[in-house]
């Protein structure tokens, strides 16, 4: 089927770079003769026919704004045959040829829907959780981790002066890979993640008596979560330690900020691919970073996959951290 109008369309919990992609969706488009539809707040705005035409002047400075100009919001009506035959219908009446769906693993499976209902239809794994177990990378992570990253300095000044241990959370939903990245970028005592469990003498208040002996005077225990107990926590290590502990949630300002030049790039290389896979008449695939390079695959079999947890950096936060 030849492709002669694509939508474009962000769902799910937003992430910086999302609107890089949006910009490169469009501009390879339109660099094809292709026209562009933009569809406000995810798949709610593909049931209700809210939709923006899209040009190569459209996207212009989007590329360094944090979060979608496409808004995003969940949608429980698509999970229902009459939400998903009325999404098709008005694919059917816009024109829609070939539909990019910008988000996580459950904005893939609104988009095997449509696949499966005739719309070509390709996924850009984008969440500031890197949880996506068909791709290495998701838009959104580095920029999370160096705004955790501009945070977790400014608290280390504090804690150097008080002499205090500092007890990070981060997001990651249930993953642990954003916490560990953060672990080991900021050099944190200990790493606390879902998917591992934890000798709080050995793993914390052993590691925190020797940093003392060694003339370290401030800790930074990162905590995902997804592993939750902050709060349990820094009170255990206060007890354990005599250490005067604090406690900061990051929260949502991980997801928001310019996008650094990784997820720009990563954002950019995803959207034309995207593109290009749709051009070559592909459906149902979602592209993804895969040894260094941009791959697409089956929907399906992306997500079969088990969980992603990346061992490679929790054998790292084990080794090198203290
Ligand atoms: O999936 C991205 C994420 O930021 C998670 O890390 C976090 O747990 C969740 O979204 C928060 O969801 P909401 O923005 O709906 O509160």
Do not use: W
Not at 207 to 231: L, P, S, T, Y
């Amino acid at each position: 089927m030849s492709i002669n109008r694509i939508g474009v369309l962000t769902s799910g919990g937003d992430a910086p770079g999302m609107n890089a992609a949006i910009r490169a969706v469009v501009r390879t488009a339109r660099a094809n003769g292709v026209s562009c539809l933009g569809i406000r707040r995810g798949y709610n705005g593909l049931i209700n026919g809210d939709v923006v035409e899209l040009d190569a002047r459209s996207v212009d400075g989007l590329l360094v704004k944090g979060g979608t100009m496409l808004y995003t919001a969940r949608c429980e009506e698509f999970k229902t045959e009459e939400g998903q035959k009325r999404a098709r219908d008005i694919c059917r009446y816009l024109g829609i040829d070939g539909l990019v769906a910008i988000g996580g693993d459950g904005t893939f499976r609104g988009a095997l829907d449509l696949s499966r209902g005739g719309v070509s239809t390709v996924g850009i794994p984008a969440t500031i959780d890197n949880d996506i177990a068909c791709t290495r990378y998701t838009i959104g992570y580095d920029t999370a981790c160096n705004t955790a990253l501009d945070a977790i300095d400014r608290l280390r000044d504090t804690m150097q002066s008080h002499e205090r241990c500092s007890v990070v959370e981060v997001m990651g939903h249930r993953s642990g890979n954003l916490a560990m990245y953060v672990g080991i970028a900021c050099g944190a005592t200990a790493v606390l993640v879902p998917e591992k469990s934890v000798d709080m003498e050995r793993d914390i208040f052993d590691r925190m008596r020797d940093g003392r002996i060694h003339h370290r005077n401030h800790h930074i225990i990162i905590v995902a979560e997804g592993f939750g107990h902050a709060d349990a926590i820094a009170k255990d290590i206060h007890e354990a330690t005599g250490v005067e502990t604090r406690v900061t949630v990051l929260g949502h300002v991980q997801r928001g900020g310019s996008p650094t030049a990784r997820d720009r790039v990563n954002a950019t290389q995803m959207g034309a691919a995207a593109v290009n896979a749709l051009l070559a008449g592909k459906t149902n695939r979602v592209v993804a970073a895969v040894n260094d390079g941009i791959v697409d695959l089956d929907i399906e079999e992306a997500l079969a996959l088990p969980p992603v947890f990346h061992e490679d950096l929790y054998v790292t936060t084990r080794q090198t951290i203290l």
